[in-house]
């Protein structure tokens, strides 16, 4: 079992930066895939970041590649994202996970196992 907290949000003009952190319990930290999702009001749950264990493997999507950055300190059991030119459309709660291995298929919500709470972005035009 895995418990994920997130922390980090808040509200940012455009342009601005922010970097979201996500705290995970438990001893194996290094052998979980994790990823970073997004939801905006009104919208599906969208994949944006994903790192694998070791964290020598990442993925981003489209809309967010040369601006955020995943990384993670697996010594502090902890997974980031660091958002760069935030812009408005970048709005949304946004969500880490996890799951224990290789995820192939990191882009699908229901790849990951374990999900945090959530904490609000905001980005004001």
């Known amino acids: 079992q895995v418990q994920l907290v997130e922390s980090g949000g808040g509200l940012v003009q455009a342009g601005g930066s922010l970097r979201l952190s996500c705290a995970a319990s438990g001893r194996t930290f290094s052998s979980y895939f994790m990823g970073w999702f997004r939801q905006a009001p009104g919208k599906e749950r969208e994949f944006v970041a994903a790192i694998s264990g070791g964290g020598s493997s990442k993925f981003y999507a489209d809309s967010v590649k040369g601006r955020f950055t995943i990384s993670r300190d697996n010594a502090k059991n902890t997974v980031y994202l660091q958002m760069n030119s935030l812009k408005p459309e970048d709005t949304a709660v946004y969500y880490c996970?996890?799951?224990?291995?290789?995820?192939?298929?990191?882009?699908?919500?229901?790849?990951?196992?374990?999900w945090g709470q959530g904490t609000q972005v905001t980005v004001s035009s």
């Open positions: 996970a996890a799951r224990a291995g290789w995820i192939s298929n990191f882009n699908a919500r229901g790849a990951y196992d374990y």
